[in-house]
């Protein structure tokens, strides 16, 4: 990506960013400051994969509600207004993978059996759509997880991890700082004090809107009050870890460390990851949620996640298991909504993206790893359907058929990938 300082509209183009010290902030797409060939915005692919399974009877629709007048689930409920955008999966798994919770680093590569000796993973589908991008953004892959703990989703062709960023702020500071080490500490001073990185562009972005159409100003406007809100959230979050403590009478429970939020911590790299596809800094994102061993701070739970996601049928820990499934899918509702509600060209962003939304895990009360819960969201697809496959734990339909459409919308030409049979041709 071009790192020089822009001066005037004339030199703007999509894939330029805007320079301050050590701020570096992206454009998002402008449809006033686009050249003729870039007036089509370019196709992103976005993958979810949360560790501990979704509660099936919650989560699937009845087998007799097939196609697009399917009755929703009571997870798929929680979507609200975008399950118009989004299919539902049932029936459909990576074929002879087992392993358990070693089949989190399996999610986009459908490697067999991780568990057995001597294995070796193969190239995920992220790592191959990022191939497919090349050097058209200044970061060919966001790979993310929510904590230091668990893997990274992504693998290349030898098999080999790709290390996941989990640290939000440091996420921000990829995305948007730059220069010496002293330079960025500068920044990261000034915003703790309030500042923003927007500040030292006042000027220049006084200048680019000269040149912008109505729609495109409101579109920055937007932008630029994502950034001061993420901004705010850091250095919350900052300054939580700075305050002194309550002194308290009553008995040292077990810790809950602040990892315990997952969900928050997913959630602002969602936020991010949205900027990330707006400026098109990347093009091709995946985020891991890694199951809770901690109770997380969710009104009604009192257990934690990994104790309930071993339910063993009880009601009393399904109930409060679906506390958390629930907050998790209002999670990924959010993140729709905000591609939903962002333009994007002629379009919105989830328009132009494709959000995989999924697990592992099918079964997580006894690590089953057959019908697992998909979603597909956005990318120009015809949604708003439940497309089931063959619900019977050896006859499952292959994940990866719905990887090949996905490549296949992205722009590559794929065949086969994984255990694909073929592609997905329900999907429309």
């Known amino acids: 990506m071009d790192r020089r300082t822009l001066l005037n509209n004339a030199q703007l183009t999509r894939r330029q960013v805007l320079r301050a010290g050590s701020a570096v902030l992206a454009l998002p797409w402008l449809e006033s400051l686009a050249r003729a060939d870039e007036k089509t915005p370019p196709k992103r692919l976005v993958s ?32 609200g207004d975008l399950r118009k955008h989004c299919t539902v999966f049932s029936g459909i798994s990576h074929p002879e993978i087992g392993g358990d919770h070693a089949s989190e680093s399996c999610f986009l590569t459908a490697a067999k059996h991780p568990r057995r000796p001597g294995f070796r993973n193969s190239v995920s589908m992220d790592y191959l759509a990022a191939r497919h991008v090349g050097t058209a953004t200044r970061f060919p892959l966001l790979t993310l997880k929510t904590d230091d703990g668990g893997t990274s989703l992504t693998f290349t062709e030898s098999g080999a991890s790709v290390s996941a960023d989990y640290s939000s702020s440091a996420l921000y500071t990829k995305l948007f700082l730059s220069g010496n080490p002293k330079d960025v500490a500068a920044q990261t001073e000034r915003l703790k004090s309030g500042q923003s990185v927007l500040d030292r562009m006042a000027s220049r972005f006084a200048e680019i809107e000269k040149g912008l159409s109505q729609r495109d100003r409101q579109q920055l406007s937007d932008y630029t ?107 990924f509702r959010d993140f729709l909504a905000a591609l939903r509600d962002t333009p994007d060209g002629a379009g919105t962003l989830l328009d132009h993206t494709q959000v995989l939304i ?28 439940h497309i089931a496959g063959d619900r019977r734990p050896n006859a499952n339909t292959p994940l990866c058929n719905v990887f090949v459409s996905m490549m296949r919308r992205f722009g590559m030409r794929v065949d086969r990938f994984g255990s694909s049979t073929g592609a997905m041709n329900q999907l429309g």
Request: glycine letters at 10%; proline letters at 5%; hydrophobic letters at 35%.
């Open 225 to 331: 009050e994502a950034v001061r809100e993420m901004e705010k959230q850091l250095h919350a979050n900052q300054e939580w870890i700075q305050r002194p403590k309550p002194t308290v009478k009553d008995t040292k429970p077990d810790d809950i460390a602040s990892k315990a939020d997952i969900l928050g911590r997913a959630s602002l790299m969602l936020r991010m990851v949205r900027l990330a596809l707006q400026t098109d800094s990347t093009r091709v994102c995946s985020l891991f949620i890694r199951g809770m061993d901690l109770t997380p701070p969710i009104e009604g739970v009192r257990e934690n996640h990994h104790g309930l996601s071993h339910h063993g049928n009880n009601r009393a820990k399904i109930d409060e298991l679906k506390v958390i499934e629930k907050a998790e899918m209002g999670v």
């Open 48 to 79: 979810i994969c949360t560790g501990f399974g979704l509660y099936g009877p919650a989560f699937f629709p009845a087998a007799d509600q097939v196609g697009r007048d399917y009755k929703p689930s009571e997870y798929i409920e929680v979507l």
């Open 358 to 385: 999924g697990s592992n895990l099918g079964d997580a009360s006894g690590h089953g790893t057959s019908n697992l819960p998909i979603i597909l969201a956005g990318g120009g697809w015809r949604h708003g359907q």
